[in-house]
């Protein structure tokens, strides 16, 4: 995507062919930094503080840790030690544990002094096949737009909410649910976003709100509880959410509100979409609400709020009373039940393990339990 002109994916091999930089994301919107990443250490860091988060993205990213560590020692112990450093960097994106294990299949049989090659190859593959899965899904999701505003009775634009950030920040390029915003703002079909600002880390606020400000995408935002009253007035047409983990049978796991938002478009008659990249889906388990694993994170996230202040400078102030516990369950599953559709990159399908499995043949969707989480 452009920033002032310029391109930029989220993550790319530095200069010396071996590290990799990052956009940081935990210091937007108000500065734009690129940081370098050069020992898997920093990249499990970097996915933990969420300088780079997203489903997609986190996979990217660990695909390359893997890389890293092949590169400065190809061996067995090596390999083994990587995957466990990146493997508990963040517990719910399934996206991690897919990549991981792509990279750990194409390295495993291979000498050690050939597994670096490989695995920066298999990393270059995985961002280019997320590039071209976001922007199918972008097609895909398009369609889906340009059917609602035609259908509407007034030319307004057709009103999208939207939670957390699953904008291009999220993936490498394109972003899943905002994919088919861009496209169809690209092309001339009006828009305009409800972007959530997803306390505790308000990536709506920080993220959404950015990405759509610099492709001039019209957006306002709101507070996380005001998206069932505006869906009430009859000022959401269509819900389009992210997913960090998706079950063979439908269920998403997405950034903690979706849930509630999934209930109040289903009370309003609000179409509620998912947009489901196929690395997202664990083809491993069938009943989300018990199965996926929640991240839980510091109660710091809730008990606090970082803002610029009006000299310009960053602060972060403590909003709950001194005493007072905060608890910070990172994401939520919302059932099948409550999704219109998945917008995948084979097309648009309904939350089911029948639609899924006709779109995706040859997937296992068997049921395991939870060790291999
Ligand atoms: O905690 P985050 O910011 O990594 O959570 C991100 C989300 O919940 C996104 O909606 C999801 O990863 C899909 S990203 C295309």
Known sequence: MNIDGVHYKTIWLNDNGWAVNIIDQTKLPFNFVIARLETVEEVAAAIKNMQVRGAPLIGAAAAYGMAIAMNSDGSDKNLHRAHDILFSSRPTAVNLR??????????????????????????????????????????????????????????????????CNAGWLATVDWGTALAPVYKAHDSGLPVHIWVDETRPRNQGASLTAWELAKHNVPHTVITDNAGGHLMQKGKVDLCIVGTDRTTFTGDVCNKIGTYLKALAAHDNKVPFYVALPSPTIDWNIENGVEDIPIEERSDDEVSRVVGRSADGSLLSVRVINESSSAANPAFDVTPSRLITGLITERGICQASEESLKKLFPGKAGKAINSGSR
């Open 98 to 163: 897919w990549a991981l294990d792509q990279i750990k299949s194409v390295v495993n049989s291979l000498p050690p002094v050939e597994r670096a090659a490989a695995a920066y190859k298999r990393a270059d593959e995985i961002c280019d096949e997320d590039i071209q899965i976001c922007s199918s899904i972008g097609d895909n999701g398009e369609k889906l737009i340009k059917t609602i505003y035609q259908n509407n009775s007034t030319s307004n634009p057709v009103n999208i909410l939207t939670h």
